[in-house]
């Protein structure tokens, strides 16, 4: 079973400030990294995937992937309190059939 | 689409009886998982199916769980007899493919075992 690390938190930003969210994974062999974000009483949604090596952007989100050190980011710029959720790192297993989930990162953002 | 539907919303039951928790996948979804989700265990994956066949249950905690997906549009989880430790929210989720483009959950059961 791979190994998906994320800190929990709570991470406490400002309005419009960046925030950043950081997971970790044990397998070399993973070639795709998903982050969701969960509201308090909801269910996970999709914000993210990337593939490849550097950066990803969509909209005021970007992912970072670096496979050599096993690390994986979600830069949320100008943070809105509509942001204030916890937010999950996803590594597939066997090739993208199941995800294993991290223990996921509760942000707070503070008008 | 009306994306994955989970029935019941909220479930309280006691201890020893029977739950049934149903999914509706999202239509041409061929993937469907059930995961569970506790504060101290986070998501956890307790089995998923390809094509409403069965490819790997080895998250079901015990024999008390089991879960069948007669056809493409309907699954079920039972857990029976249920006991206070199960109580969680336990989602479902479908995709198109392996994943690769990731998941659809669906807004969950919050299951209570009193």
Redesign the interface.
Known sequence: QKEVEQNSGPLSVPEGAIASLNCTYSDRGSQSFFWYRQYSGKSPELIMFIYSNGDKEDGRFTAQLNKASQYVSLLIRDSQPSDSATYLCAVPHNYGQNFVFGPGTRLSVLP | DAGVIQSPRHEVTEMGQEVTLRCKPISGHD?L?WYRQTMMR??E?LI?F?NNVP??DSGMPEDRFSAKMPNASFSTLKIQPSEPRDSAVY?CASSF????????????TRLTVV
């Open positions: 993937y998982f986070g998501l994956l998923y390809n490819i790997d989602f493919g392996e994943g690769v483009y990731g998941y659809t959950f669906g807004s969950g």
